[in-house]
């Protein structure tokens, strides 16, 4: 029995490990596929524009984080899904069957659904816009002024 994930974020490598643990020792096959070989852990890219964390210090091989639970990782990119026939269409690796799916791609900012925000703003949400934000607040010159906070009327927020 094959078991695929989607996607390489907290989701998608928590389910991952968890069922490749609970799963080692049987006619089980578990595949994670994302489009990165990294794991970012996403809740350190604050501290990056500061300089208090680097990139090498908050990405992981992903490969070493799932050959511990016997699970094997796909780099690739999913370009459709085929519930009916049980399989993912992989842009390099064609089609991949499955037995059971798990989609865990995250979430996905759309900045121009508010007013403003799109092209006027920084991020810390994906790590190049980390980068980027970090480029910006070291153009800072004394006296400038910045406005840092989080975009009310925001979909995705609860």
């Given at each position: 029995m094959r078991i695929v994930i989607l996607g390489g974020g907290f989701g998608g490598v928590n389910a991952?490990?968890?069922?490749g643990?609970?799963?080692?020792?049987?006619?089980?096959?578990?595949?994670?596929?994302?489009?990165?070989?990294?794991?970012?852990?996403?809740?350190s890219l604050i501290w990056v524009p500061f300089g208090g964390r680097e990139m090498e210090n908050i990405t992981y091989p992903l490969n070493e984080i799932l050959q511990k639970a016997g699970v094997k990782l796909v780099v690739d990119k999913v370009v459709q899904l085929r519930p009916k026939e049980k399989h993912v269409v992989l842009q390099k690796n064609a089609n991949l069957d499955y037995d059971f799916l798990v989609v865990?791609?995250?979430?996905?900012?759309?900045?121009?659904?508010?007013?403003g925000l799109?092209?006027?703003?920084?991020?810390?949400?994906?790590?190049?816009?980390?980068?980027?934000?970090?480029?910006?607040?070291?153009?800072?010159?004394?006296?400038?002024?910045?406005?840092?906070?989080?975009?009310?009327?925001?979909?995705?927020s609860s």
């Open positions: 991952a490990l968890w069922l643990k609970r799963l080692e020792n049987r006619e089980h096959e578990v595949l994670l596929i994302s489009n990165q070989s990294t794991f970012l852990f996403r809740p865990a791609t995250g979430g996905f900012p759309d900045y121009g659904k508010i007013e799109e092209g006027e703003t920084s991020s810390i949400y994906f790590s190049d816009q980390a980068l980027q934000t970090k480029e910006q607040i070291e153009k800072i010159q004394s006296g400038d002024s910045i406005v840092i906070g989080v975009a009310a009327g925001n979909p995705n």
